[in-house]
């Protein structure tokens, strides 16, 4: 099947930069979900140990990937223990 796709990319060059963008964007979506399975506090791994990682995070941890005007080192805590 890649000695297929070898062929076609050499008799029709013009396929290579749709190669490269949708290998770059499956790449860039795994990446992500792997960050998102690793990073985010809704996801939990360990059920015996740390059944509700969220109530762990202190109003300081970023765990957004993207925030606009935003510190996190200014922030105090709002919020009951559990």
Not at 29 to 35: D, K, V
Not at 56 to 81: A, C, E, I
Request: with cysteine.
């Amino acid at each position: 099947m890649l000695s297929t796709v070898l062929k076609q990319v050499k008799s029709h060059p013009a396929l290579i930069p749709l190669f490269i963008f949708i290998g770059g964007g499956a790449t860039m979506s795994m990446l992500y979900l792997g960050r998102l399975a690793l990073k985010n506090p809704d996801c939990s791994w360990d059920r015996k140990n740390n059944p509700e990682p969220w109530n762990k995070l202190g109003p300081n941890d970023q765990y957004k990937l993207f925030t606009v005007n935003m510190d996190y080192s200014k922030l105090k805590k709002d919020r009951p223990d559990f």
